[in-house]
């Protein structure tokens, strides 16, 4: 059984499909790049699958460690290149101080399980991956 199916749309875009949830999203090209830009691009996707990722490690983390991560914040720039188009830099910066006080251990297995979650560990090694943390 598939995890996702998608359909092309027409003019740059599609709509897949979460087989098991029914969930859909959409994407768009960018209009730098001939699209309407009304949705997330597939790279903004990718971006957003490494925050995400990295967030839901954490959260693993904290639940084994009953630390509350809830209201925790970030923010994802991507940069592209050229010739060829692809994303070359991904900066996450994960704002944590809505929580309580960490100690240094505690931060260094959040920042640990972040660093390594699947999709970081998936990306190919010329994206550059800039994550910080504001405790």
Not at 73 to 101: H, Q
Request: charged share 20%; with cysteine.
């Amino acid at each position: 059984m598939p995890t996702i199916q998608t359909i092309y749309q027409g003019n740059l875009r599609t709509k897949a499909t979460h087989v098991a949830s029914g969930n859909t999203l959409i994407t768009d090209a960018p209009v730098d790049n001939n699209g309407k830009g009304e949705a997330f691009s597939p790279t903004d996707l990718v971006c957003a699958a490494l925050g995400s990722c990295m967030m839901t490690i954490m959260g693993i983390v904290a639940e084994r460690e009953k630390i509350e991560l809830r209201d925790t914040k970030f923010e994802i720039i991507k940069t592209m290149a050229s010739n060829p188009r692809k994303i070359a830099k991904i900066e996450i910066v994960f704002d944590m101080k809505a929580n309580i006080s960490l100690s240094i251990e505690q931060q260094e297995k959040l920042k640990r399980a972040a660093l390594t979650c699947p999709v970081a560990l998936s990306l190919h090694p010329d994206v550059e991956q800039v994550v910080s943390f504001t405790f």
